[in-house]
Structures are given as C-alpha cells and as structure tokens.
C-alpha cells in the first residue's frame, strides 16, 4: 500500500486541504494550487507536488474540481466514515471534548467517556454518561473503538495510555501535557498548546 | 541570522525534545540520542541531525549533558524569557486557558483576556479581569503583547485576526475551527483535534 511511502509530514497537511477546500465550496467549483496556497499559508509549488504523491487530481490551466478533491482527500484520509472515541478522563478538558459539537459534525464520535473519581463516574452527558475507567477493556471491544483521547493528569498518562494499547487502542489524541512512549504501530498525536507557543516564539 | 535556515519542521520538533530532556532530568545528568529517541518515538540518527542544526550539543561516546542542552535550547527558541498573552474570546476554550496553570509554569502569562459579550466583560479571573475587545488597540500596545490565542467563534475568527495583526500582534495560537489567511511574517498556530484526528485516522 502507498500508506509507507507518502512521507508523515505531507499526510499531516492534507486535514488541513480538507479544511480549505470546504470553506472555497462555499462560493466556488473549482479552485488551484495559487488559490490553495494563499488561504493555507503554502506555495503553490508544495500543493501541486504535495497533491501530486496521491494521484492525477487537477489538469494543467484548469485547476481542481473541488467536490472530487475533497471527495479523495475524505477516501484517502479514511474520513468518509464514522469513528467512534473512547475518551479518557472527564475533567475540565474532558468536558471541552463532551460538550464540542465539531467531532461528531465530522463523522468523529465520542462513543463513552470514563473516569477514576467516583463523583464523575455516573454523570449524564448528552453523547454518553460517565463509566468507571476500571471496565476500559470491555467497553473497546463492545464499541469496537480504535480511537483513544487521553485528558488525564500528566503523571498517569503513560500507564494509562499503555493499558489503551493493550486493550486494542490504535491511536491515542493526547491532551495530557506528558510525552507518551508506546510501540511504533500505535498512533499518538499530541494536543499541547505549550509546544505550539514554544514553536512560535522562535521566530519573535 | 540562523532563523531563515532551519527547516521549520525541526524547529518544530524542539519543543518536544526540551519536554523529554526535562522528563529524563529527572533521573539523570546525561543523556544520548537512542535514550532521547525512544522516548519521543524517533530515531536517533533523526535526533543528532536535528540537534547537529544548531551546533555541537555532545561528544561521540558520551552523549548530551542534559542540564546544558535544555539550557541551549531554551536559548534557541526564545524561551529563557517570559511573554505575555493577550486572549481573545472568554469562552468555553478561553475559560480552560485561564485556568490552566502549565502556561505560566512555562513563561507564558496571559496578561489580558478581551470578549465581545457584556455578559462577560469584566468577569474577573485570577490572572485578570475580562476587558472590551474593542480596546485592544491599547491593550496590546500597554502590555508590548505579541502573541495572541485567539478562542472566537470560526466566522469572526478571520476579522479579529486582521485586527490583532494590524495592532501588532506577531504569533497567533488559533483555537477557532478555521484557516487564518495573513502575512507571511505572522506566525500561525494552530490547536485543532480535528486536525489532529483526521491525521491518525489515515494509517487505520
């Protein structure tokens, strides 16, 4: 499958394609790679040859179809389906994630919550109510759930998220402000604002 | 200087080395690119070319000194001094911001929240009180800010950016669900699951 040859950093832009090419449909049909650049920050040299590592998607003169791009970017991606989520720790972060409608407006949803603290266990949701996070390993299997965010404490971030992965956890969004160590085979994607204000200021 | 140089996606990754030198502190005064790469999910030969960007941080055989490579790299990244924030949108996101201790513990400081909803507007906060967007002209020039988060409903998020851009703010941290279309000399930021989600899902 091309799944190892596309280079990790060219699949990180696409959701954000995805993103610009939603807000162009709007008032346009077709768009191209100078149009593309300008909203996304990009040159337009990157967006063809980013674009172009998955196949033929626009003619030269006439740009992209945008409905087809997006349509590919979705299959490409695996977004043209539902994902169910298992999130991890309802504390203020957990309730940020609970009460955000974007997920589920994009086919991502939360499909249990659990927590340690007996106050929260138990709490009403309108996606689901609050579990216990000792029964982790049977709510996964019935959800079938690949898809893990992790919004606890930075000191129990490590031993929960390997409990995740051996209960058959594949991805794991990380809210908590710790550095996850797990097998290569597992995707961890890192939420943590301190690293983005941390990227900025170099430049300042 | 060096800045135009590096390639922005190790830049990018040197917070993430500074939060794992950190980790390993903890327990030790020496550290080596395999240790550091496992902990990050990196290789090592990764690592020593990232870091070698920068200069000489180790010697062949005995690693880094960790105490003097976090030192180095908070150097590069401008992050042995403190900045100060200025938040715009007290909402459910903004609200989390304030309360979130991890930003000051690391230099940064929200000087300054502003919201539109007088509802809001002079809600106090322990970092500070809640004041009218419309003065942010001055706010920003009173405190010198040049980093802003910006927690705006998407639609307003273009407009507000401009404004803050044009009232000298040079770095935004954007929590709002959409793409920020500035100058190239502004840093754009952004803090974005869905992003993140639609990233993971392609390799399951």
């Known amino acids: 499958m091309i799944k190892t040859q596309i280079p990790d950093v060219i699949v990180g832009r696409l959701p954000r394609y995805l993103r610009a090419l939603k807000i162009l449909r709007e008032n346009h049909t077709t768009t191209n790679s100078k149009e593309l650049g300008e909203l996304l920050g990009f040159s337009a040299a990157q967006i063809r040859k980013d674009l172009s590592q998955f196949g033929e998607f626009g003619k030269q003169g006439t740009g992209y179809n945008i409905d087809f791009?997006?349509?590919?970017?979705?299959?490409?991606?695996?977004?043209?389906?539902?994902?169910?989520?298992?999130?991890?720790?309802?504390?203020?972060?957990?309730?940020?994630?609970?009460?955000?409608?974007g997920f589920s407006a994009n086919r991502f949803h939360v499909k249990a919550a659990v927590d340690c603290n007996p106050d929260v266990i138990g709490e009403r949701f309108e996606k689901c109510?609050?579990?216990?996070?000792?029964?982790?390993?049977?709510?996964?299997?019935?959800?079938?759930?690949?898809?893990?965010?992790?919004?606890?404490?930075?000191?129990?971030?490590?031993?929960?998220?390997?409990?995740?992965?051996?209960?058959?956890?594949?991805?794991?969004?990380?809210?908590?402000?710790?550095?996850?160590?797990?097998?290569?085979?597992?995707?961890?994607?890192?939420?943590?604002?301190?690293?983005?204000l941390q990227h900025m200021t170099y430049y300042l």
Do not use: C, F, H
């Not at 961890?188 to 690293?195: F, K, N, R």
């Open 129 to 196: 109510t609050v579990e216990d996070i000792k029964d982790i390993k049977k709510i996964i299997k019935d959800n079938q759930i690949k898809i893990a965010m992790l919004a606890v404490p930075a000191e129990n971030a490590q031993k929960i998220a390997e409990e995740l992965v051996a209960d058959g956890i594949q991805a794991i969004l990380n809210y908590a402000p710790a550095i996850l160590s797990l097998p290569p085979e597992i995707r961890v994607e890192y939420s943590d604002p301190l690293v983005s």
């Open 69 to 101: 791009l997006i349509e590919r970017l979705q299959n490409i991606l695996n977004i043209d389906q539902d994902w169910g989520i298992l999130l991890v720790g309802v504390g203020k972060i957990g309730r940020a994630i609970l009460n955000y409608p």
